[in-house]
C-alpha cells in the first residue's frame, strides 16, 4: 500500500492519499466510497468508516502505531451501531483482522461481532 499526506496551506487541513492496489478489498472500497461536496463546491469521495477501520488495522499491525489504535476507537465510538458489522466482520476475516477488530469493538465499548 502507497500512501502520501497532503496538507493545503491555507487552512492547514491534512489528508492522506492512498494509493490502491488491485485487491478484492482494494475494489470493494472503491465501490464503497461516499461522496462528499466541501465547502469550496468540489466533490470529494471519501473511504467509508468501515474500510478506514480496516485499513488502520492492517497500518497498526504493520507498524504497532498507538496513533493508528486511537484514530480506530474514535471511529468505533462516533459511528457506533451506524457501523455496517456484516461487513466489517466479513472483510476482517478475510484480512485477517477478526481478533485485533474484535478488540477495538470492546475498547470501544461495542459488542464483539
Known amino acids: 500500500m502507497q500512501t502520501l499526506s497532503v ?3 491555507e487552512t ?7 494509493i490502491a492496489s488491485d485487491s478484492e478489498f482494494e475494489r ?4 464503497r466510497r461516499q461522496q462528499y461536496q466541501i465547502p469550496t463546491g468540489a466533490t470529494v469521495f471519501l473511504a467509508s468508516p468501515e474500510d478506514l477501520i480496516l485499513n488502520k488495522l492492517q497500518w497498526r499491525n504493520f507498524n ?4 493508528q489504535w486511537r484514530d ?5 465510538k462516533v459511528q457506533g451501531d ?13 484480512l485477517n483482522l477478526v481478533e485485533d477488530l474484535n478488540r477495538a469493538l470492546i475498547e470501544a ?5
Open 7 to 9: 496538507t493545503h496551506m
Open 82 to 94: 451506524s457501523l455496517d458489522k456484516v461487513y466489517l466482520n466479513n472483510q476482517a476475516k478475510s
Open 109 to 113: 465499548g461495542l459488542e464483539e461481532i
Open 28 to 31: 470493494l472500497k472503491l465501490e
Open 64 to 67: 504497532q502505531s498507538q496513533k
Open 72 to 76: 480506530i476507537l474514535g471511529i468505533l
Open 12 to 18: 492547514i487541513s491534512r489528508a492522506d492519499l492512498i
